[in-house]
Nanobody, 115 residues
Framework: QVQLVESGGGTVQAGGSLTLSCAAS????????MEWHRQAPGKQREFVASIRSGGFTTYVDSVKGRFTASRDHDKNMMYLQMNSLKPEDTAVYYC?????????WGQGTQVTVSS
């Protein structure tokens, strides 16, 4: 069983920055793909960013150029650096890990961007 714990959420003004962290209970070298997703009130959960073996990253268009996903293999951590935050980035952010045919989710961390 893989456990993921997100942290780093909070309230920030528009234009500000936050860095989210996701701690994995296993070596992230064993994880095929790690992702960030978010769910705003009244909306479906949406993909935000992913980082794969080798460090290859992908992003949803709405965050390109503002968000950066990264990993630290020594600490078994994944990060999401979020800059130039907008009110529409307000959501609960979730970490997801994909290992073979299984996936695992964290409990989420709230990000609120005030205008």
């Amino acid at each position: 069983q893989v456990q993921l714990v997100e942290s780093g959420g909070g309230t920030v003004q528009a234009g500000g920055s936050l860095t989210l962290s996701c701690a994995a209970s296993v070596s992230i070298s064993s994880i095929n793909r790690m992702e960030w997703h978010r769910q705003a009130p009244g909306k479906q959960r949406e993909f935000v960013a992913s980082i794969r073996s080798g460090g290859f990253t992908t992003y949803v268009d709405s965050v390109k150029g503002r968000f950066t996903a990264s990993r630290d293999h020594d600490k078994n951590m994944m990060y999401l650096q979020m800059n130039s935050l907008k009110p529409e980035d307000t959501a609960v952010y979730y970490c997801r890990a994909v290992i073979s045919d299984s996936d695992y989710w964290g409990q989420g961390t709230q990000v609120t961007v005030s205008s």
